[in-house]
């Protein structure tokens, strides 16, 4: 089960408490304050593992505390600190402030940290405020309370090129043609429950095996879909940080014409997010191979020449077409070219 979307609640660790104490030695009765400062509370921070690819670690356990530190201790000793948490999540990860909703971090590069919960400092011991007027000073701090707050993790998935479309387009097909993935493939709608991705690499169509980049699938939108119908607006964010999309469009269907698919789509993408509507979108015939009323063919070429686009054909069962588009998306990617 993919989780995307999962709320935690965090407490940092308090501080230890200073120590008020007098050294008392067989030779020295009178001694000095000796009281040691309190160790500092552990603190919970967020790390982006590119090892993970879902919240799911967090589905069943959602409240997570640091040590407190220890109290200080005569002879100057200072109190052991409070062992931080480190909680890892997906790449892509937006936390947010559960309360205010304010943004704290996007986790984009693996390694990358932050701290959503300090520890408390620890008190100061009696020591510290020795002077000479006050020789022996009773007085010491408490540590510092450490912060709790209610954490909001949302995982947008990082990819080069987000596929958009109805469902049984071609979507998942295309992904297990260009890349290793093997994402579920049946002949009827909502197959994707679920995002996938996979990384195409050019050197399986004769090209460089440095060049790749990373397609996202997400599942088949329906009219309605910005509003809540169906399963793609739940994992319409997937392809927010995307760098272009791919809009497939099944040129075999043959109860919607391309027109109606593309303005289907074309409406909820741009009702989700005008950041995402902004981004380059090129049209996709799909199914080449059952295509067979040339009407529809042209009626798409005409559709794509109104947006100043060459049309694409490509046939997931042939192969048809799929280096081709695999080398322009590349070239694009690169910023060497602007249209297939």
């Known amino acids: ?41 552990g603190s919970i921070l967020l790390r982006a593992n590119r090892a993970l690819n879902t919240l799911n670690p967090y589905r069943h356990k959602r409240e997570f505390a640091a040590e407190r530190g220890r109290q200080g201790e005569g002879s100057l000793r200072h109190g052991k600190d409070g062992l931080d948490v480190t909680l890892e999540v997906p790449l892509g990860t937006l936390v947010k402030d559960g309360d205010t909703g304010e943004v704290l971090a996007e986790l984009l590069a693996h390694g990358q940290e932050v701290c959503v919960a300090r520890g408390g400092r620890g008190g100061l011991g009696n020591t510290n405020f020795k002077s000479a007027t006050n020789r022996t000073p009773r007085h010491h701090q408490p540590g510092e309370e450490g912060e709790e707050r209610t954490l909001d993790l949302e995982l947008k998935l990082i990819a080069d090129v987000g596929l958009v479309g109805f469902p049984n387009a071609g979507k998942s097909t295309l992904v297990s ?16 429950l679920e995002p996938q991705l996979g990384v195409v690499s050019l050197d399986r169509f004769g090209g460089d095996l440095l060049d790749s980049w990373v397609i996202a699938d997400i599942p088949g939108l329906i009219e309605g879909a910005a509003s809540g119908a169906g399963l793609g607006i739940q994992f319409l964010r997937h392809v927010e940080r995307t760098r272009m999309l791919l809009h497939l469009v099944d040129l075999s269907d043959p109860v919607t014409e391309p027109a109606e698919a593309i303005r289907v789509i074309e409406g909820e993408v741009e009702a ?33 020449a109104q947006r100043g686009q060459k049309p694409v054909f490509i046939s997931g069962v042939t192969g048809e077409g799929l280096r081709d588009l695999a080398f322009a998306v590349d070239a694009m990617l690169k910023g060497k070219d602007a249209a297939p």
């Not at 043609?177 to 994707?192: E, G, N």
């Not at 950041?275 to 049209?283: E, G, I, N």
């Open 1 to 41: 089960m993919f989780l995307d979307h999962v709320q935690l609640r965090v407490a940092a660790g308090h501080g230890g408490s200073g120590a008020m104490s007098f050294r008392r030695e067989k030779f020295a009765p009178e001694g000095g304050p000796d009281g040691g400062d309190g160790g500092k509370g």
């Open 177 to 192: 043609r260009l890349s290793a993935a093997r994402p579920k493939i049946a002949d009827y709608p909502f197959t994707t």
């Open 272 to 304: 989700f997010s005008p950041v995402l509507a902004a981004k380059p979108r090129w049209l996709v015939g799909t199914k080449l191979d059952a295509l067979q009323d040339d009407a529809r063919r042209e009626a798409f070429e005409a559709l794509c």
